[in-house]
């Protein structure tokens, strides 16, 4: 599929309290290392993050409208119904998460997965490196560099994408996917 448009961004979308709860309630929870999918045997070298699952509804409300807008103004027009349990990621010095897609072809009467949606939880001098970057078809790669605080990022979940190595300090995101039924 030929995209227009790879990457949304909406910058300062969601405030400090918003952030700071979801920051405080992820670390609430007990971490577990970020598995690259369910079969698979961890690999540090693809990915080194730790991850616990969030389910809390008022966390939803704020993927909705954008999610949508997204969607419609890159002209993705993908058509989604429903969300997965919202990933909240810490990634520490020398984490990362190498080169990947969000998605891969579901089996038969499965939903697969369509967007990504990316909050950026952490003010961006709270840690060094963590940059976000993306790989269009033809090779080419989208730097997104440092962005503020409670930007949101939706891309759909084919894209390839990573997170480059923390050099010091602490990155906090929360991921969300939205699902639909297969690609006709």
């Not at 309290?17 to 290392?33: A, E, M, S, T």
């Not at 419609?72 to 429903?82: I, K, M, V």
């Not at 810490?90 to 990362?96: A, D, I, N, V």
Request: charged share 25%; aromatic share 16%; net charge positive.
């Amino acid at each position: 599929m030929l995209l227009k448009e790879h990457v949304w961004i909406f910058e300062n979308q969601v405030g400090d309290y918003f952030c700071g709860d979801v920051i405080k309630l992820g670390n609430q929870k007990r971490k577990h290392f970020g598995y690259i999918s369910d079969n698979q045997v961890p690999d540090k070298r693809l990915r080194n993050s730790n991850v616990c699952f969030l389910s809390d509804p008022w966390i939803k409300k704020w993927f909705d409208q954008l999610f949508y807008t997204a969607n419609l103004n890159a002209g993705w027009n993908f058509q989604f119904d429903r969300y997965e349990s919202f990933q909240f990621t810490e990634y520490k010095k020398t984490q990362h998460y190498g080169w990947h897609p969000d998605s891969s072809f579901a089996k038969p009467n499965e939903l697969t997965r369509k967007l990504s949606g990316i909050i950026l939880l952490s003010d961006p001098k709270d840690y060094v490196g963590g940059e976000i970057e993306f790989r269009t078809y033809k090779g080419d790669i989208i730097k997104i560099g440092k962005k503020p605080k409670g930007t949101v990022i939706i891309f759909p979940s084919f894209v390839y994408h990573r997170v480059k190595p923390v050099k010091s300090g602490t990155r906090y995101s929360l991921v969300i996917w939205a699902r639909g039924e297969n690609f006709k």
